[in-house]
């Protein structure tokens, strides 16, 4: 069964910066997109970036630019989010997902209901 790892989360002081890594495994088909999704206690599941295999094409939502910044190195299969200034609101757990066989990315990368291989989380906590 096909799953992502990610690692990387932990307790943090506002303002400082946290790299969250997630291994992919060797998928069948040439193109995927790696999202990244994040949930806060009692709120619904939040696609905050993504990147695609074809290209390195990158969404990022709006709450997040300037302050997020998905990467991938296809040599490690690992693709990392690069979170700056942390606040508390970046508390929560941190999923990436992929999406298999897609290729274009769009903010419609965003949207969790298209993806069917997840990781089990890592949890990011922001506080003084």
């Known amino acids: 069964q096909l799953q992502l790892v990610e690692s990387g989360g932990v307790l943090v002081q506002p303002g400082v910066s946290l790299r969250l890594s997630c291994t992919v495994p060797e998928f069948s088909m040439p193109y995927y997109i790696i999202a990244w999704f994040r949930q806060a206690p009692v709120k619904e599941r939040q696609g905050v970036s993504c990147i695609g295999s074809r290209d390195d094409s990158t969404y990022y939502t709006d709450s997040v630019k300037g302050r997020f910044a998905i990467s991938r190195d296809s040599a490690k299969n690992t693709v990392y989010l690069q979170i700056s200034r942390l606040k508390a609101e970046d508390t929560g757990v941190y999923y990436c997902?992929?999406?298999?066989?897609?290729?274009?990315?769009?903010?419609?990368?965003?949207?969790?209901?298209?993806?069917?291989?997840w990781g089990q989380g890592t949890q990011v906590t922001v506080s003084s």
């Open positions: 997902a992929a999406q298999l066989g897609a290729k274009l990315v769009t903010r419609q990368c965003a949207d969790w209901r298209l993806y069917r291989v």
